[in-house]
């Protein structure tokens, strides 16, 4: 595609919000991963969305039965299953993921992976990462949260200032790229730009988006979406929300 059709489609589409459980179900959608012959399914059995080149790459990996072996994985993940159960196992200690369990692989991890029946994984990769110690952090159920740092620019606000807690359970050396749960009372605010890229699954509520083309949509408890980098939206909770999150906010 040429720069100007790619200029083109970005103004006919531009960023805005996508939900991911009808991503991983629409085989027609995103672009394959072109993956040397050999390599390991959980590396090559997947589709990404269709973005320009950059420090994030999101979409679903798709697993039948069976098993295999990552050698080293070459970048942070994010995963969480979609559908199905995925065992990984890493000197000799096995995390067994079930729905809308969530996991961070680091760069550099070594594991085995198992699955009964077929798998389908939604995953955020962050490509600027470093190696680390290769470890599986699993992303905590109920953590005890406290205090949010950050919450909704007061001059955005059209309601009351909302209470908002989090906690992280990953985080890059430079500061880019997390993982962690956050919740908050409910609150209205106009649309923002976001200059960073969240990945969220709804632990608890509904969210009401209306992007810069007017598009609408209400998310609720399960669904897994996420807001593209460079998207302008507004947000309408009614009621206290949790979510899971992943946030690739550039420095």
């Not at 179900?25 to 991963?33: K, L, R």
């Not at 950050?150 to 989090?166: F, I, K, Q, V, Y």
């Not at 632990?203 to 669904?223: A, C, I, N, P």
Request: hydrophobic share 35%.
């Amino acid at each position: 595609m040429s720069n100007l059709h790619q200029a083109a489609a970005v103004l006919a589409n531009p960023p805005s919000f996508v939900d991911l459980r009808k991503f991983a179900q629409d085989t027609s959608q995103g672009i394959p991963v072109a993956a040397p012959a050999g390599q390991d399914r959980f590396l090559s059995s997947r589709r990404v969305l269709d973005w320009e080149p950059s420090p994030v790459t999101a979409g679903v990996i798709t697993l039948e039965a069976g098993g295999g072996s990552v050698q080293s994985l070459p970048a942070d993940e994010f995963i969480i299953v979609n559908e199905g159960c995925l065992t990984l196992t890493q000197q000799g200690s096995s995390l067994t993921l079930g729905p809308n369990q969530s996991a961070v692989l680091k760069h550099g991890a070594a594991f085995t992976w198992s699955a009964q029946g077929p798998v389908s994984l939604i995953f955020t990769r962050y490509n600027k990462s470093q190696v680390g110690d290769g470890a599986i952090v699993p992303i905590k159920e109920s953590p005890e949260m406290g205090p949010s740092a950050g919450g909704p620019s007061a001059e955005l606000l059209l309601t009351p200032a909302p209470t908002c807690r989090n906690y992280t359970d990953y985080k890059t050396a430079d500061g880019e790229f997390t993982c962690g749960t956050w919740d908050s009372t409910p609150y209205t605010r106009r649309a923002m730009f976001f200059r960073h890229m969240e990945l969220m699954h709804l632990l608890e509520g509904s969210v009401s988006f209306v992007d810069e083309m007017g598009r609408s949509r209400t998310f609720s408890k399960g669904d897994i979406f996420l807001i593209e980098q460079k998207a302008s939206c507004s947000w309408d909770s009614r009621v206290q929300v949790a979510k899971v999150y992943v946030i690739y906010r550039p420095a």
